[in-house]
C-alpha cells in the first residue's frame, strides 16, 4: 500500500471535506453576521463535499472511468467502465441537487439524506472490502467522515 508520489485524490478530498467547506463557514460567519452552527457546517458540506465532489467525481467517470476502475476498485480490463459511467450519472445528478441547496435551503435535508446514505453504503462496502490501496483507504475514510458528519446534520436539522 506504500505510494510515494503526490496523491492528487487526497489532494481534492482535501480540499471538498475540509478546506473549501471551512473557508466558506468563516467567509459567511464575518461577511453576513451569521452565526457558526451545525446546520452552517452542513450546509457547506452538503455543497462542498457532496455537491462539487460528486460532480467532479462523476463527470471524471463518464470521461475517464479507468480511474475508477483501476485505482479505486481495483478492477482490470475495461469491462466495468460502462457501469462506471452510469455511476457518474448519478453522482452529477446528486452533486447538482447538493449544489443548488446553497440556494434552495429545502433541498439540504434530502441532499444531506442521499448524499450521506450514499457515502455510509460506499464507506461500509470499503470497510468490509479491507482497502489495498492508499486511494481504496482514502475512500474509506472520507466517505464514513461524510456520512457521520449528514447524520449529525440531519438529526440537528430535524430536533
Not at 451569521?34 to 460528486?54: E, N, P
Not at 434552495?104 to 464507506?123: D, H, K, Q, S, V
Request: aromatic residues 12%; contains cysteine; positive net charge.
Amino acid at each position: 500500500m506504500k505510494e510515494n508520489k503526490i496523491n492528487l485524490y487526497l489532494i481534492s478530498v482535501l480540499l471538498f471535506m475540509l478546506i473549501l467547506p471551512i473557508v466558506s463557514i468563516v467567509v459567511e460567519v464575518f461577511s453576513a453576521d451569521v452565526d457558526f452552527s451545525v446546520l452552517l457546517v452542513g450546509k457547506w458540506l452538503i455543497f462542498w463535499a457532496i455537491g462539487v465532489r460528486l460532480l467532479i467525481a462523476g463527470i471524471r467517470q463518464i470521461t475517464k472511468p479507468s480511474f475508477t476502475a483501476h485505482q479505486i476498485f481495483r478492477i482490470t480490463g475495461n469491462d466495468s467502465f460502462p457501469i462506471i459511467r452510469e455511476l457518474g450519472f448519478a453522482n452529477i445528478c446528486i452533486g447538482i441537487i447538493a449544489m443548488l441547496s446553497v440556494f434552495r435551503p429545502e433541498w439540504r435535508m434530502p441532499a444531506a439524506i442521499a448524499g450521506g446514505l450514499y457515502f455510509g453504503l460506499a464507506g461500509m462496502m470499503h470497510l468490509i472490502k479491507k482497502p489495498e490501496s492508499r486511494n481504496e483507504a482514502i475512500a474509506l475514510v472520507s466517505d464514513l467522515y461524510i456520512f457521520i458528519i449528514m447524520l449529525v446534520y440531519c438529526s440537528v436539522a430535524i430536533s
